[in-house]
T-cell receptor, first 115, second 115 residues
Framework: NAGVMQNPRHLVRRRGQEARLRCSPM?????VYWYRQLPEEGLKFMVY????????ESGMPKERFSAEFPKEGPSILRIQQVVRGDSAAYFC?????????????FGQGTRLTVV | AQSVTQPDIHITVSEGASLELRCNYS??????LFWYVQSPGQGLQLLLK??????LVQGIKGFEAEFKRSQSSFNLRKPSVHWSDAAEYFC?????????????FGAGTTVTVRA
């Protein structure tokens, strides 16, 4: 859904660099969810955030990955010291409070390529 | 934990022919069920969803899906396919309740439409 804005759409990083992926939720949505789609696979849940709070990060890799959703501005998914295996499409979705994914909309994704 | 199987990796169908995509899930009770479509280079668009009630669900773009509890299935159908339906289709499930933001996706079915 065009209402959830992700940028950049495509990102190329060399191994060892940092990747910062941004997600601006739809107007009125204060909950953000990040999913990762590895090549030839379905999407996998990474993290669920509300404004200034991480609600569930059980799908996040233990190292190098972090996410935030500040009071002002977009949600950021940060990957430090990227490796080839981080190459994937990263999608965020947003919803109003209490709706979960039942009424969520996805952005168009950021396709990260690590070279 | 719930899981989703889409048995068909790739389906080719002629324009105007009918289409059925299979989805089986593993979960002890009735989950929330979703079908998404992903066009090349695009994000995910929700086609339809099932929570409860009538087991035949109508969605956008002429798609419908039928929930069959006895078979743990939620197959997607379209009576007459258009060339613009060429895309990848994902079935997803979520556990009703406080964790319904965690969708589990199948690996997807790629649909090719031939003239």
């Amino acid at each position: 859904n065009a209402g959830v804005m992700q940028n950049p759409r495509h990102l190329v990083r060399r191994r060892g660099q940092e990747a910062r992926l941004r997600c601006s939720p739809m107007k009125g949505h204060s909950h953000v969810y990040w999913y990762r789609q590895l090549p030839e696979e379905g999407l996998k849940f990474m993290v669920y955030l509300q404004k200034e709070n991480i609600i569930d990060e059980s799908g996040m890799p233990k190292e190098r990955f972090s996410a935030e959703f500040p009071k002002e501005g977009p949600s950021i998914l940060r990957i430090q010291q990227v490796v080839r295996g981080d190459s994937a499409a990263y999608f965020c979705a947003s919803s109003r409070p209490g709706q979960g994914m039942t009424e969520a909309f996805f952005g168009q994704g950021t396709r990260l390529t690590v070279v | 934990a719930q899981s989703v199987t889409q048995p068909d990796i790739h389906i080719t169908v002629s324009e105007g022919a009918s289409l059925e995509l299979r989805c089986n899930y593993s979960y002890g009770a009735t989950p929330y069920l979703f079908w998404y479509v992903q066009s090349p280079g695009q994000g995910l668009q929700l086609l339809l969803k099932y929570f409860s009630g009538d087991t035949l669900v109508q969605g956008i773009k002429g798609f419908e899906a039928e929930f069959k509890r006895s078979q743990s299935s939620f197959n997607l159908r379209k009576p007459s396919v258009h060339w613009s339906d060429a895309a990848e289709y994902f079935c997803a499930v979520a556990v009703p309740g406080s964790n319904d933001y965690k969708l589990s996706f199948g690996a997807g079915t790629t649909v090719t439409v031939r003239a």
